[in-house]
């Protein structure tokens, strides 16, 4: 918009006239002035029409909120006593000179300030993100990747697309989504970029990435989604997992000073604090340490199981909040069964793995472990899980003709967006979430209240 001054800048101009695109958020009317708070893209501002300017005042007087307007008006500075410190430009007012309506809104469906049911909240997801409280999260989401982004680049990864079209059997797991592809040929949507980080460890040695990943999970629960986002990175050269988790450490450190410096705003409307993180390592405690803890602690006997169940994660990230001074815990050495074929088997501990998961407040947010580099020992690790060497050929190329001792994560952005911020459900971390019971309204099982729409 020409001249266009942003709600932001406003200050720059006091006693002057200025031109300011924006949209209603709510009007009051008081006898013959009409209040609006317009709101753009960098902030909010109170304007004001008098019956001095009674045209604008008879077009205010039509306003209702989410009509979009072009407004020229003078920005005053308020009078001491009407100062409201506590709110952004707060000390300032638009006094309306004229108003034109470049979009009409028909009235919100929903009460924009009370708390919204989870279905009604995405069946009208246009509409409900426009508001405060989702704007804070998917703002927050969005320094969460660009941190992870400039944390990565500056310990020397390079950025890489992963393919989202991949052959039939991709790591050899049941829950993808499969489609017909050309001339009668099925093909599966990936369920991660884990093949293709660990080939290109073989070109760049340290690589991430993010992009949208693909489960077909029958979950219904509040912490799995059917369309994700996966945070992954891989590196070469380590000397064992563990230098993989000082790399996640590291960027869940980094990734607390810079929400800290940007998003202090954001976490206030949601109520939400930053992670607690120890001034040493973080907690480190193999599987079979974790479930002594669990046994020694609550009594519950699980020394043996192959994984922690989501009441023990809770009740481990919970003593780590209260005992050892933060919200991060590794677990190292699940056992090979219930890991990839990828994954490095620890000599030391039979039966085990060089892997690890991170718990952050009550969930699993990251998988990661050492893989195996041996061309040999990796066909013979998919050979005794089962699964046909031959349909891995293309990938084992790159270990058949040498690649450096790796590992490496996966992390799930909307899960770490949501316990960032301490969302109930995983969904309302993802701007258009799909589910068993949802793609937008298409399988929305009640939408006799959207008809309208
Ligand atoms: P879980 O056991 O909790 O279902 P997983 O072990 O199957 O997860 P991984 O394959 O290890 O998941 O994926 C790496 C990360 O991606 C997880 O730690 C999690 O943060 C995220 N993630 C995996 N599956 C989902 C999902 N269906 N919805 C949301 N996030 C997911
Ligand atoms: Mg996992």
């Known amino acids: 918009m020409k001249g266009r001054t942003l709600i932001a800048e406003l200050h720059e101009s006091i006693d002057k006239e200025v031109t300011v695109g924006a949209v209603v958020d709510v009007r009051r009317d008081h006898g013959k002035l009409v209040f609006l708070d317009l709101r753009d893209r960098t902030g909010v501002v109170q304007a004001v029409a008098?019956?001095?300017?009674?045209?604008?005042?008879?077009?205010?007087?039509?306003?209702?909120?989410?009509y979009v307007v072009r407004v020229e008006a003078k920005v005053n500075k308020r009078p001491e006593r009407m100062v409201k410190a506590d709110q952004p430009n707060g000390d300032i007012e638009l006094e309306i000179l004229s108003v034109t309506i470049l979009?009409?809104?028909?009235?919100?469906?929903?009460?924009?300030?009370?708390?919204?049911?989870?279905?009604?909240?995405?069946?009208?997801?246009p509409l409900t993100l426009r508001r405060d409280r989702e704007r804070a999260i998917f703002a927050v989401q969005a320094e969460i990747v660009h941190a992870y982004r400039e944390y990565l680049r500056g310990e020397g990864f390079s950025e890489f697309q992963a393919p989202k079209i991949v052959g039939d059997d991709a790591e050899g797991g049941a829950e993808v989504f499969r489609f017909e592809?050309?001339?009668?040929?099925?093909?599966?949507?990936?369920?991660?970029?884990?093949?293709?980080?660990?080939?290109?460890?073989?070109?760049?040695?340290?690589?991430?990435?993010?992009g949208t990943m693909f489960r077909a999970e029958r979950h219904s629960t509040s912490r799995h989604l059917n369309e994700l986002t996966m945070l992954d990175l891989e590196m070469g050269f380590i000397d064992d997992h563990r230098d993989v988790m000082a790399a996640m450490?590291?960027?869940?450190?980094?990734?607390?000073?810079?929400?800290?410096?940007?998003?202090?705003?954001?976490?206030?409307?949601?109520?939400?604090?930053?992670?607690?993180?120890?001034?040493?390592?973080?907690?480190?405690?193999?599987?079979?340490?974790?479930?002594?803890?669990i046994k020694k602690e609550t009594g519950a006997d699980k020394v043996g199981a192959p994984d922690l169940d989501p009441e023990?994660?809770?009740?481990?990230?919970?003593?780590?909040n209260e005992h050892l001074q933060s919200d991060y815990v590794f677990v190292t050495h699940y056992p090979t069964s219930k890991r990839p074929f990828y994954t490095m088997d620890d000599p030391e501990v039979p039966g085990m793995t060089k892997s690890f998961d991170l718990l952050f407040r009550g969930v699993e947010i990251v998988s990661g472990s050492q893989r195996i580099h041996d061309h040999d020992a990796l066909v013979q690790k998919m050979e005794s899980k089962g699964l046909d060497p031959a349909k891995f050929s293309f990938y084992l190329q790159a270990f058949k003709y040498g690649i450096p001792p790796h590992g490496g994560t996966g992390l799930g952005l909307e899960r770490l967006t949501q316990k960032m911020l301490g969302l109930e459900n995983v969904k309302e971390a993802s701007l258009f979430p799909r589910d068993m019971n949802r793609i937008d309204l298409l399988l929305a099982k009640d939408t006799a209240h959207t008809s309208d729409l």
């Not at 592809?181 to 293709?196: I, V």
Request: charged share 25%.
């Open 50 to 66: 008098l019956p001095n300017h009674a045209e604008a005042l008879a077009v205010a007087q039509e306003l209702r909120p989410e």
């Open 103 to 125: 979009a009409r809104a028909s009235e919100l469906p929903f009460d924009k300030d009370t708390a919204l049911n989870i279905d009604t909240n995405f069946d009208y997801r």
């Open 181 to 210: 592809y050309f001339n009668d040929r099925m093909a599966s949507l990936a369920t991660s970029p884990q093949l293709y980080k660990q080939i290109l460890v073989g070109v760049y040695e340290r690589v991430f990435s993010t």
């Open 249 to 293: 450490e590291g960027l869940m450190r980094y990734l607390n000073t810079h929400l800290q410096k940007t998003s202090a705003r954001e976490f206030a409307l949601m109520e939400a604090t930053l992670p607690l993180v120890p001034e040493g390592q973080f907690p480190t405690m193999t599987l079979k340490e974790a479930q002594e803890l």
């Open 312 to 320: 023990d994660e809770r009740w481990l990230c919970s003593y780590a």
